[in-house]
């Protein structure tokens, strides 16, 4: 990088360092409208007007937002040649950055033998799926293993972890080539990481429909774990945070399901023949408060309770808490 370039990229992330101009940032992100207006923005904190617009200010000024008076009031979205650089700040950076800070600790589970683990996996699932050829099998596990390892950016439990990926990936194979008469309808949950809104759509699905449905989850650029604010909300639904983890998008995944929900992960999901697809547009939890986490589920609770309704329609849900 050149001087001129680093000068003006570490400009704009100066701008950043500061926590109450990044839960701005964020408010107006993931504004349903694309936009806030001031009046808004000074509800991320108890500060006045004048801070406010001038913390706003200086995200302006390096070109982070842009405004427009109407009224009494100036409303802000971010710039445009930014939108997915601030972006991939909010869904990738960010939750990362959380993540590391909660694994900092963790020690690493790595093996020194890990192509002799991965064939006894492949060999023992081989018996769980006799219909599919054993080097299909091994395959699976290997690149099972290769993208928790490159893509979620897992550094522990790797091989455990493969196998359950795998596992899940065969079985999503060999319902493809069953007859779909008389089957649970499956439903795939995508969103960027895999570690907040997808996994809790999953949960609440399970949680409703039990056997009668079938959820799955998958992001488009997993993150290393669930997000520490969404465990919480999973235990309540009586899963355990450990029990789940990101996984990438696969191909098998996307052709088991019969429902394929996206939820914020953009247009790199593939578009198969045959699926219904919904795109459901919903607060990312990751960086969000307990309140806001608490919302951002009650409104996924919402609309998991309407599909139910139209996949199962004689299935009795409880009613609101």
């Not at 070109?63 to 990738?92: F, I, M």
Request: net charge neutral; with cysteine.
């Amino acid at each position: 990088m050149g001087a001129e370039a680093a000068t003006q990229v570490a400009g704009m992330l100066k701008a950043l360092a500061d926590p109450l101009r990044l839960r701005m940032l964020s408010l107006i992100t993931t504004s349903t409208a694309g936009e806030a207006c001031v009046c808004d923005i000074a509800t991320v904190a108890e500060v006045s007007q004048p801070t406010v617009s001038h913390h706003l200010k200086v995200l302006k000024d390096v070109g982070l937002l842009v405004s427009e008076r109407r009224g009494t009031w100036v409303w802000y979205r971010v710039a445009p040649d930014v939108r997915r650089a601030v972006t991939a700040l909010l869904e990738a950076f960010a939750p990362a950055a959380l993540d590391a800070a909660h694994h900092r600790e963790q020690p690493l589970h790595q093996l020194s033998d890990v192509d002799h683990a991965l064939t006894r996996v492949a060999q023992d699932l081989q018996d769980r799926f006799p219909s599919v050829a054993p080097e299909v099998v091994l395959r699976t596990v290997r690149e099972s293993y290769t993208a928790l390892a490159r893509n979620a950016g897992i550094t522990g439990y790797l091989v455990t972890l493969a196998r359950r990926f795998a596992q899940q990936r065969l079985t999503d194979m060999v319902r493809t080539q069953g007859e779909p008469d008389g089957r649970a309808p499956q439903v795939l949950f995508v969103c960027v990481a895999n570690a907040g809104r997808s996994q809790l759509a999953a949960a609440l699905l399970q949680h409703y429909a039990g056997d009668r449905v079938i959820a799955r989850s998958a992001g488009s650029a997993p993150a290393g774990s669930i997000h520490t604010t969404v465990r919480p909300l999973l235990a309540e639904l009586g899963v355990q945070a450990d029990a789940v983890f990101p996984k990438p998008l696969t191909d098998d995944a996307v052709r088991a399901a019969d429902v394929v929900i996206t939820m914020g992960c953009g247009d790199t999901c593939p578009v198969l023949p045959g699926k219904r697809y919904e795109d459901w547009v919903v607060g990312d939890p990751a960086l969000a408060s307990p309140e806001g986490t608490a919302a951002i589920r009650d409104d996924i609770d919402t609309r998991i309770r309407a599909l139910l309704s139209d996949l199962v329609p004689d299935l009795r849900l409880p009613a609101h808490t």
